[in-house]
């Protein structure tokens, strides 16, 4: 039994459509004797750059349990699935149960959204400013995954 | 010098830590400039490249 962590890139033309796939993707998993502990729908994100032609990309996030002798099945099934514009398995020590940086992040942004832009500029903020604002935010939610800060001088 | 914030755990997901990695063109910065240690570099690499396949961060500032 290994852990595993899969990120899949869906087809955002497919967004609406994410719940069928899901269901149809976890039905593949368990038939192939894998344990899912956690699913993450991350939702749609902007691409560092485009795949396929799409700038977006629907990322969905699995952390699982399973045989090492499954994978290759399940990577053949990925492949020829057109609605996944990118995918990676990768073997993981140990399976954390906490949300990924990305759903917080994805989180956060929505809720930006829903409280109608108080300071829009902050979504567009250089790095440092940007590390700067998440450095509060992980303050105030007291989340985590904070990073340590080691200074060098 | 600059600074550079160490994660716990090297994490490719965090893409706001591996951003401090990375210059404007995109590249890697090398070990000599970022001075954390050797181990730690090759994580970071590694999480970089990672993040790289995944469309989390760019491969260079060139991608149309």
Do not use: C, W
């Not at chain 1, 991350?42 to 969905?60: D, E, P, W």
């Not at chain 2, 965090?14 to 910065?29: A, M, P, S, W, Y």
């Amino acid at each position: 039994m290994n852990n595993y962590e899969t990120i899949l890139i869906i087809n955002p033309n497919l967004s609406s459509k994410v719940a069928d796939f899901q269901k149809k993707f976890e039905k593949l998993l368990t038939d192939n004797s894998f344990e899912i502990k956690k699913v993450e729908d991350i939702g749609r994100r902007q691409l560092a750059y485009s795949i396929n032609n799409h700038h977006k990309g629907h990322y969905l996030l699995y952390r699982m349990q399973g045989d090492p002798k499954n994978i290759s099945e399940i990577e053949t099934k990925i492949k020829y699935d057109e609605a996944i514009i990118r995918h990676l398995i990768l073997a993981v020590k140990d399976l954390s149960g906490e949300d990924s940086v990305l759903l917080t992040e994805a989180l956060e942004n929505k809720n930006k959204k829903s409280e109608s832009a108080e300071e829009p500029e902050k979504a567009v903020k250089e790095d440092k400013k940007l590390e700067e604002s998440t450095k509060e935010v992980s303050d105030k939610e007291d989340s985590k995954d904070s990073p340590t800060e080691e200074e060098e001088a | 010098m600059k600074k550079f914030q160490l994660p716990n755990n090297f994490d490719y997901k965090n893409t706001d830590i591996l951003k401090q990695f990375i210059t404007e063109t995109g590249k890697i910065v090398p070990a000599r400039v970022t001075g954390i240690s050797a181990s730690n570099q090759r994580k970071v690499t590694k999480s970089i490249k990672i993040a790289r396949f995944l469309a989390l961060l760019p491969y260079t500032d060139m991608h149309q």
